[in-house]
């Protein structure tokens, strides 16, 4: 489904990131790992099937990285043809009790980053005249919001609001723009959760599970490859039916 191509996953190093790399490794891209923690991207990397991956240590939320990232892109020859923006982190807190560094912080990598990635890969695309899939991995939250996350509400749903102004403004440049929303995902943070909270979860989730890392790549690999070549401005929830 991705044969040949050139994909770029930020969070790639773990969890959703990762599971995404792997999905699209095996249907034939090559992959450039970008994470915050180098070791994790590399690791990532060195155990994908198929050859050509790299790993790439970035702050997305740091133009400057993102630039450093620009030209590693530049002097590999080829424009990238699919983006996974996945990097975020989770800050909470409740509102009256939550600091600005805690808003800030969650604001600069969970959406702030999406900007940046979007706006270096999609000039990149134009300028070589080549398509290109961005998929910007949102959450359920983003929709219905959550207790103690409004910093994180706000940008998933930022990230939705996103998707849809740039699609509209990329259509006519052979460029798509899609979101994924993952609900409740079996994770090591989820793992760790109390047994009392972990139940209370699945409980809301109509499948009545949590959902695994390799169903939202699916989703993923999905909107990235030309089978959604008629797919842009959309979100997909996989959620379990939760938020329906």
Known sequence: MLS???AIVTGGGSGIGQAICKKFAASGARLIVADLKKSAAEATAGNLPGN???AFEI?????EHVARLQEFIKSSGESPSVLVNCAGITKDATLLKMS???WQDVMNVNLNSV???????????VAAGSPLSIVNVSSIVGKIGNF???NYAATKSGVIGFTKSAARELATKNIRVNAVLPGFIRTPMTEAMPPKVLDAMVSMVPQRRLGETEEIANAVLFLASDMSSYVTGTTLE???????
């Open 52 to 54: 050509g991956h790299s």
């Open 115 to 125: 900007f940046l990635m979007s706006q270096m890969i999609a000039r990149e695309s």
């Open 4 to 6: 040949s191509k050139l």
């Open 59 to 63: 702050d997305v939320s740091d133009p």
């Open 238 to 244: 996989v959620t379990g039916g939760l938020g329906m």
């Open 148 to 150: 103690g996350q409004t």
């Open 100 to 102: 600005q560094n805690q």
